[in-house]
């Protein structure tokens, strides 16, 4: 039985969930895919396992019910909870804010083994979540910025899949050095944020205090002492070039102290994610109008 393994190709919550499903099916073939990216051709396959992914803002899923034979998918946007009883036939596991993909697709292909710590720390981080429930938000941080050092991108996914395979298998010590390393290059970080932040737009929307900022990189990483310190709630970091013709990527990553959803705010621009961490794409005049 021929299978593929259609997986977020651009953050690490998507590679660790690709990694996994990979393990529990060595044969399959990996394709990373993105937002706005063309949609897969799924037809030659008899199962296709979806990591990470709400593929449309529409619920317009025929694409994959169509060609599918089979279909598993594993997702932890709002998204995804909404428009899974729309293929009610199917096996989906879908969950809502406050646990990761990987830790998801972990849990569906490897029920009866302890989640690896690995995938606990890529899983906390990419919810964006300080109060989770499995480890603490700075060790999650930090690991996250151990990872980064080796980049993310669609032209990499695949080596980067590779790459989280063998976090799974890494012991506590290996992990807890790893998140020591990664300490070390948030301070690093830290000297870039406070140059970064000079150039802030500081506003609201509504009545909640924002900060809008151009940005390369990795946004969320960027971000952390000046969340850290409370005073603004939303944080709207903008790609400084286009990602398609006439529109930018804009992050949205909200405090713990605010009750404002980044999820919906994305939703108004065609976008979505979590309550805390979403995305979505804006023209240079929607920006502007923030």
């Known amino acids: 039985m021929k299978k593929v393994i259609i997986y977020h190709s651009v953050d690490w919550d998507g590679y660790m969930s690709a990694a996994i499903a990979h393990k529990a099916n060595p044969d399959a073939d990996l394709y990373p895919w993105n937002y706005g990216e063309k949609e897969p051709d799924v037809s ?5 396992i979806l990591v990470d992914l709400t593929i449309s803002d529409k619920g317009d899923y025929s694409w994959m019910v169509d060609n599918a034979h089979k279909l598993v998918w594993i997702d932890h946007h709002e998204a995804a909870v909404i428009n899974a009883r729309k ?27 302890e989640v690896p710590r690995a995938v606990k720390l890529a899983g906390t981080y990419d919810t964006f979540c300080k109060t989770g429930e499995y480890v603490s938000w700075n060790n999650a941080w930090n690991y996250q910025m151990y990872l980064h050092q080796f980049g993310s991108g669609s032209g990499r996914a695949v080596s980067f899949v590779w790459r989280a ?11 807890k050095v790893r998140i020591k390393q990664g300490k070390k290059l948030e301070k690093k970080r830290r000297a870039i944020e406070t140059e970064l932040f000079k150039s802030a737009v500081y506003t609201s929307i509504g009545n909640v205090p924002a900060c809008k900022l151009c940005v390369t990189g990795q946004p969320s990483m960027l971000i952390k002492s000046h969340m850290d310190e409370g005073k603004t709630h939303v944080f709207l970091l903008r790609s400084e070039v286009e990602v398609s013709p006439g529109l930018y ?11 404002f959803n980044a999820c919906e705010f994305a939703n108004r621009y065609g976008g979505g994610g979590h309550i805390r961490a979403a995305g979505c794409r804006m023209t240079l005049e929607e920006w502007e109008q923030l």
């Open 44 to 48: 030659e396959y008899d199962e296709v």
């Open 87 to 113: 293929l009610a036939s199917y096996k989906i596991d879908a969950c809502a804010f406050g646990i990761g993909a990987c830790v998801l697709t972990w849990k569906y292909f490897f029920p009866d083994k």
């Open 165 to 175: 395979r063998k976090q799974l298998n890494a012991t506590k010590e290996q992990i």
């Open 249 to 259: 990527s804009v992050s949205i990553r909200v405090s713990e102290n605010s009750d």
